[in-house]
């Protein structure tokens, strides 16, 4: 997309179409949320290694610097999964220091802020502590609070197929960036947790509704809240027993991160780190259905970096 969520709205306004480009009054928010453009390719950056910053850095370069998408004084949430008390090397939660590498990453972009939180499915006080991602974001200079359930605002999603509207987290309403860094991993319910799985931790309601029909749920989320940035963090991928796992032989390094500004082909292009095919994935699948970015993997220009 290449442009930020304040640069959306102000150049192009109120529109609508097969991609829906949302304003205030239709998302029925004092803020707005930035919704997805359509995708006709994507560009897919692969990482290989352990040194995060250069990978990021690397990777960023490739789809034109992180100052294209981040502005001085903006506003920025860096979106971790930190769902569940599992130390690092079970693979339950994003790596701390991919996290602490995009931290610090934005920071250095201008960005006037840089937050970090995830509304966990296990306590959140011992989740943040035992996935070492609270110490970390908040050691490479981030905000780091828990997500008040009581402080949330209603999206109406207007063209969603499965959920017409949302409670989501106020505070991501008043984001100006959102850097969704999802962890890699099996799934009980949909197969593989991914980008838009991710984004159910910006919701504040029961998240048990979006259980049935999640795939399309999901996507009608996205739709709304669409991600300025994927970075997906395959450095450890759970391969079964998810999304809490408990067992170290889940556990499978790859030392991979997957990074894109579209999060369906982030999705798409991460099913074959295990060995499926985009659309084995449900959400994928949907996706495709609705032209919702890009599913086919021979739409994409993949391209690597290691380090």
Same mark, same amino acid.
């Given at each position: 997309?290449?442009?930020?969520?304040?640069?959306?709205?102000? *150049?192009?306004?109120?529109?609508a $179409? @097969?991609a829906?480009?949302?304003g205030?009054? !239709? +998302? &029925?928010?004092?803020?707005?949320?930035?919704?997805?453009?359509?995708?006709?390719?994507?560009?897919?950056?692969?990482?290989?290694?352990?040194?995060?910053?250069?990978?990021?850095?690397?990777?960023?370069?490739?789809?034109?610097?992180?100052?294209?998408?981040?502005?001085?004084?903006?506003?920025?949430?860096?979106k971790p999964?930190?769902?569940?008390?599992?130390?690092?090397?079970y693979?339950?939660?994003?790596?701390?220091?991919?996290v602490?590498?995009?931290?610090?990453?934005c920071?250095?972009?201008g960005?006037?802020?840089v937050k970090?939180?995830?509304?966990t499915?296990?306590?959140?006080?011992?989740?943040?502590?035992?996935?070492?991602?609270? *110490?970390?974001?908040?050691?490479? $200079? @981030?905000?780091?609070?828990?997500?008040?359930? !009581? +402080? &949330?605002?209603?999206?109406?999603?207007?063209?969603?197929v499965?959920?017409k509207?949302?409670?989501?987290?106020?505070?991501?309403?008043?984001?100006?960036?959102?850097?969704?860094?999802?962890?890699?991993?099996?799934?009980?319910l949909?197969?593989?947790t991914?980008g838009?799985k991710?984004?159910m931790?910006?919701?504040?309601?029961?998240?048990g509704?979006w259980?049935?029909?999640?795939?399309?749920?999901?996507?009608?989320?996205?739709?709304?809240?669409?991600?300025?940035?994927?970075?997906i963090?395959?450095?450890?991928?759970?391969?079964?027993?998810g999304?809490?796992?408990?067992?170290?032989?889940?556990?499978?390094?790859?030392d991979?991160?997957?990074?894109?500004?579209?999060?369906t082909? @982030?999705?798409?292009?991460?099913t074959?780190?295990?060995?499926?095919?985009?659309?084995?994935?449900?959400?994928?699948?949907?996706?495709k259905?609705r032209?919702?970015?890009?599913a086919?993997?021979?739409?994409?220009?993949?391209?690597?970096?290691?380090?």
């Amino acid at each position: 997309m290449g442009i930020s969520r304040r640069e959306f709205f102000r *150049d192009l306004g109120l529109a609508a $179409g @097969a991609a829906t480009l949302l304003g205030r009054e !239709a +998302l &029925g928010v004092d803020e707005a949320v930035w919704p997805y453009a359509p995708y006709k390719t994507a560009d897919v950056i692969v990482c290989e290694g352990t040194a995060y910053n250069t990978l990021l850095t690397r990777a960023f370069d490739k789809l034109g610097g992180l100052k294209k998408y981040i502005k001085s004084g903006d506003s920025v949430l860096v979106k971790p999964n930190i769902a569940w008390d599992r130390a690092p090397e079970y693979g339950a939660n994003t790596n701390p220091f991919v996290v602490a590498a995009l931290v610090e990453l934005c920071l250095g972009t201008g960005a006037a802020e840089v937050k970090v939180y995830d509304n966990t499915c296990a306590n959140c006080r011992r989740s943040y502590d035992s996935s070492g991602i609270a *110490d970390a974001a908040r050691d490479a $200079g @981030a905000k780091v609070s828990y997500v008040d359930t !009581a +402080l &949330g605002k209603t999206v109406n999603i207007p063209n969603g197929v499965a959920v017409k509207k949302a409670e989501i987290y106020a505070d991501v309403l008043k984001t100006d960036v959102i850097v969704n860094v999802p962890i890699a991993k099996d799934h009980s319910l949909s197969r593989l947790t991914l980008g838009m799985k991710n984004l159910m931790g910006i919701l504040v309601e029961n998240r048990g509704r979006w259980h049935q029909r999640i795939n399309q749920k999901l996507v009608d989320l996205a739709q709304v809240v669409t991600p300025t940035l994927t970075v997906i963090d395959a450095t450890r991928v759970m391969t079964a027993n998810g999304p809490s796992g408990g067992g170290l032989g889940y556990v499978k390094r790859l030392d991979k991160l997957i990074v894109t500004t579209d999060v369906t082909a @982030a999705d798409a292009y991460a099913t074959t780190l295990f060995g499926l095919e985009p659309t084995d994935l449900g959400v994928v699948k949907e996706a495709k259905k609705r032209d919702f970015g890009t599913a086919d993997l021979e739409r994409m220009n993949v391209s690597k970096v290691a380090a």
